[in-house]
């Protein structure tokens, strides 16, 4: 009989309480870590050749970020606290600039030029663009050719677009002919002030809605039929399934088209510098072509790089604004 086997099960010696047993790995939350081996010599180079090799791959990049992206914003908050001109002695002048341009009536007339290119763009733009995107899911034939067709105005090179469209809306131009066949005369579109904002919108709209046309026209063709047709079989109507579900289907889509669309509006330049000069008179200065003419025909680098932190901070606005409303009207659970 082995020793100790006649004694009670709590008397009896055991591995655990034996000083000579090998602990046990303890396991759970209170784990402990085996302790770390030191790396072979062979292992730390091909550490070092790993991280040579990525920094090798990443640096070109980080270089070019902050030489041609960080540097600059930094470099322009410098100059917006500056009278700085192109040629000359400059200056400190602290928060000057941004007090001449708040005080400013041209500044603020700029402001509200903007916003009213905002305002007016943005909602023609996503209305033309949902309302051709669902037009085209209802067709069973021709949807890619007419996407490509809808799509051509944005890849068109901007002064091509500019120079059809001073031709629509020149004196004598197609709307004015137009207008003549019932004898009577289109008004100067580009050369009221009245019209001119209004020409501008129309011609933006026609040139940048194939873009977000694109991005509905995915979304839609993203949801699936079978949601579709069973809400027909339950008698709802196209309006009915456009509201309960094409739309909450494609709100991710109309969240990201809105964000971006709110962002280059804010930064449009082409379109006024081209077709109307911002003219006439201010009427259709934008901000930036307003930061464009501070610093390459005023020459006031300070004055430009104010406006520019300015607009940055009513992008920024805009976006925060955005993605806390999305909360309630995104649905990503669909």
Same mark, same amino acid.
């Given at each position: 009989?082995?020793v #100790?086997s006649?004694?009670?099960?709590r008397?009896?010696p055991?591995?655990?309480h034996?000083?000579?047993?090998?602990?046990?790995?303890r396991?759970?939350?209170?784990?402990?870590?085996?302790?770390r081996?030191?790396?072979s010599?062979g292992?730390?180079?091909?550490?070092r050749?790993e991280f040579?090799a990525?920094?090798?791959f990443?640096g070109p990049?980080?270089?070019?970020?902050?030489?041609?992206t960080l540097?600059?914003?930094?470099?322009?908050l410098?100059?917006?606290?500056?009278?700085?001109?192109?040629f000359?002695?400059?200056?400190p002048?602290?928060?000057?600039?941004?007090?001449?341009?708040?005080?400013?009536?041209?500044?603020?007339?700029?402001?509200?030029?903007?916003?009213?290119?905002t305002?007016?763009?943005?909602?023609?733009?996503?209305?033309?663009?949902l309302?051709?995107?669902?037009w085209?899911?209802t067709?069973?034939r021709?949807?890619q050719?007419?996407r490509?067709?809808?799509?051509?105005?944005?890849?068109?090179?901007?002064?091509a677009?500019?120079?059809?469209w001073?031709m629509?809306?020149?004196p004598?131009?197609?709307i004015? #002919?137009?207008f003549?066949?019932f004898?009577?005369t289109?008004?100067?579109f580009l050369?009221d002030?009245?019209?001119?904002?209004a020409?501008?919108?129309a011609?933006?709209v026609w040139?940048?809605?194939?873009?977000?046309?694109?991005v509905f026209?995915?979304a839609?063709?993203n949801?699936p039929?079978?949601?579709?047709?069973?809400?027909s079989?339950?008698?709802a109507?196209?309006w009915?399934?456009?509201?309960?579900?094409?739309l909450?289907?494609?709100s991710?889509?109309?969240?990201?088209?809105?964000?971006m669309?709110?962002i280059?509006?804010?930064?449009v330049?082409?379109?006024?510098?081209l077709?109307?000069? #911002?003219?006439?008179g201010?009427?259709?200065?934008?901000?930036?072509?307003f930061?464009?003419?501070?610093?390459?025909?005023a020459?006031?680098?300070?004055a430009a790089?104010?406006?520019?932190?300015?607009?940055f901070?009513l992008?920024?606005?805009?976006?925060?604004?955005?993605?806390?409303?999305?909360r309630?009207w995104?649905?990503?659970d669909v």
């Amino acid at each position: 009989m082995p020793v #100790g086997s006649h004694l009670p099960m709590r008397d009896r010696p055991s591995a655990r309480h034996t000083p000579d047993a090998p602990a046990r790995k303890r396991t759970g939350s209170g784990a402990v870590p085996p302790p770390r081996r030191p790396m072979s010599p062979g292992a730390r180079r091909r550490a070092r050749g790993e991280f040579a090799a990525a920094g090798m791959f990443v640096g070109p990049g980080l270089i070019g970020l902050t030489l041609f992206t960080l540097f600059p914003i930094a470099m322009s908050l410098f100059i917006s606290f500056y009278d700085w001109p192109g040629f000359g002695e400059r200056s400190p002048v602290g928060p000057d600039n941004y007090i001449a341009l708040a005080t400013s009536l041209r500044f603020q007339q700029v402001i509200l030029n903007t916003l009213l290119f905002t305002a007016l763009y943005v909602p023609l733009n996503l209305v033309v663009s949902l309302g051709l995107a669902v037009w085209i899911a209802t067709m069973r034939r021709g949807r890619q050719t007419l996407r490509v067709i809808f799509f051509i105005p944005v890849i068109t090179p901007i002064v091509a677009n500019v120079l059809v469209w001073r031709m629509i809306y020149q004196p004598d131009g197609a709307i004015d #002919g137009l207008f003549q066949v019932f004898g009577a005369t289109a008004p100067n579109f580009l050369g009221d002030e009245n019209w001119a904002m209004a020409a501008l919108v129309a011609m933006s709209v026609w040139q940048g809605f194939g873009y977000n046309m694109l991005v509905f026209s995915a979304a839609i063709d993203n949801i699936p039929r079978s949601l579709t047709e069973a809400a027909s079989l339950d008698g709802a109507g196209a309006w009915a399934r456009f509201r309960h579900i094409t739309l909450p289907m494609i709100s991710p889509a109309m969240f990201f088209a809105s964000t971006m669309t709110l962002i280059t509006t804010f930064q449009v330049f082409a379109q006024p510098y081209l077709l109307t000069g #911002g003219g006439p008179g201010l009427a259709t200065e934008t901000l930036v072509l307003f930061i464009y003419r501070q610093g390459f025909s005023a020459y006031a680098l300070g004055a430009a790089a104010a406006a520019g932190w300015i607009l940055f901070l009513l992008i920024f606005i805009v976006t925060a604004v955005q993605f806390a409303a999305q909360r309630k009207w995104v649905n990503y659970d669909v």
